[in-house]
């Protein structure tokens, strides 16, 4: 990894505090620690995990750019699908890890545009340094009226009616790393989890029996073929399904069915990190500072909801999404006369949408509980029968 910046002086201090508290869990944990674990604690642990720290995760000065932070067609689109929902249920929209808060914002603009305005914009987020992000934000772009909506919660809320959304949050949900080595041996597993030596480094377990071990059996892995497992995605589904007693919940992300997922070429699994724009596949440096993420199983998102009581509405590519929900109307309304404004609209429309960018990559799945419409934005190219 000799070619990725290397943190300043403060940003290794920052991360030797996290080091020295993983080498101790992992010492309480008998000298390995599942990447699970691993992984929950460099995100997350309180004013030092990647996302609970003070270092500018999103936008240009960043580790990354979310479809949000490039421009706000992304949520005028996503907009006319929330206010189908919404105008069905009478409802609430809650906003599950709203990063910057510029969907937030974007979002209550565009529903007041058209007329259709939440009673509240709940917003679930475990990050004291994030929820302080999405205040200011918020602070300085929506009017009084729009702000006065917002509202942060620590826990999902009993009988939720209206809009559940997530942009990029599965990814950023631990998963656990799964290895079946060659030759062929249908009883033989690992799991492939944390050690320290003066440095983290992997170590294998045999994984023989529990939920971890029957989650990836269900996938007839292939020989010397590693990948991950996500128990806490299908977790969370579940979790949300018993909080929705009427409406949808929306999820974007990148990602694939279980059958691409599980691909027999995908022998590396698809875990990446991000640090400065730059992405790499070593999660076992920069703890603290840098973005881990796994792509999405959409199928075992699926499942996980159908199991939980939950519909599945529809599944298909973002590109695919944003079109059925207008994007290309709403860029329509500026003419290509006007340079200035329209030569940013098209750059962005081209990152959301072309296939060699976000549009093709990333998906949206959308499960319901209690709706009586088809939702528009599956209104063509749904591909709920890949999964």
Not at 262 to 274: E, V, W
Not at 285 to 298: E, K, N, P, R, S
Request: proline residues 5%; charged residues 15%.
């Amino acid at each position: 990894m000799s070619s990725l910046p290397i943190p300043n002086a403060d940003a290794q201090a920052h991360s030797q505090q996290l080091a020295l508290l993983i080498q101790d869990r992992i010492s309480q944990y008998g000298g390995w620690l599942s990447f699970a674990d691993f992984m929950q604690m460099v995100l997350y642990t309180p004013s030092l995990g990647y996302y609970s720290g003070g270092a500018k995760k999103f936008g240009v000065g960043g580790d990354f750019v979310t479809a949000p932070e490039i421009s706000p067609l992304f949520a005028q689109a996503v907009a006319n699908q929330v206010a189908q929902v919404l105008v069905e249920t009478q409802g609430d929209v809650l906003e599950l890890g709203a990063g910057s808060g510029k969907l937030a914002v974007d979002l209550l603009l565009s529903l007041q545009a058209l007329n259709q305005l939440p009673s509240h914009y709940y917003i679930l987020e475990v990050s004291a340094y994030l929820r302080q992000v999405q205040l200011e934000t918020m602070q300085k772009s929506l009017p009084e009226a729009l702000f006065e909506r917002v509202a942060w919660l620590d826990t999902l809320p009993a009988d939720f009616v209206g809009v559940m959304l997530g942009n990029e949050v599965l990814d950023a949900v631990p998963v656990h790393l799964v290895y079946k080595p060659a030759p062929a041996d249908s009883q033989v597993l690992y799991e492939r989890g944390v050690s320290f030596n003066g440095n983290f480094y992997w170590q294998d377990q045999p994984l023989t029996s529990g939920e971890i071990f029957d989650l990836a059996n269900a996938h007839e892995l292939p020989d010397d073929y590693l990948t991950e497992i996500s128990p806490a995605a299908i977790g969370l589904i579940s979790s949300l399904g018993s909080s929705l007693k009427h409406g949808a919940i929306m999820m974007v992300d990148y990602g694939f069915s279980a059958r691409e997922y599980y691909h027999p070429q995908r022998n590396l699994g698809t875990l990446m990190c991000h640090y400065q724009h730059y992405a790499h596949v070593d999660p076992l440096i920069y703890v603290g500072l840098q973005d881990i993420t796994a792509h999405v199983d959409f199928t075992s998102v699926a499942d996980a909801g159908e199991h939980s009581g939950l519909e599945l509405m529809g599944f298909c590519s973002q590109a695919q999404f944003l079109m059925n929900c207008g994007i290309l109307e709403i860029m329509s309304q500026v003419s290509p006369q006007d340079m200035a404004r329209y030569a940013p609209l098209a750059a962005a429309a081209q990152k959301l949408l072309s296939p060699a960018e976000m549009g093709d990559l990333f998906k949206v799945i959308a499960l319901g509980k209690g709706l009586n419409q088809a939702l528009i934005g599956f209104s063509s190219g749904d591909k709920s029968h890949t999964l």
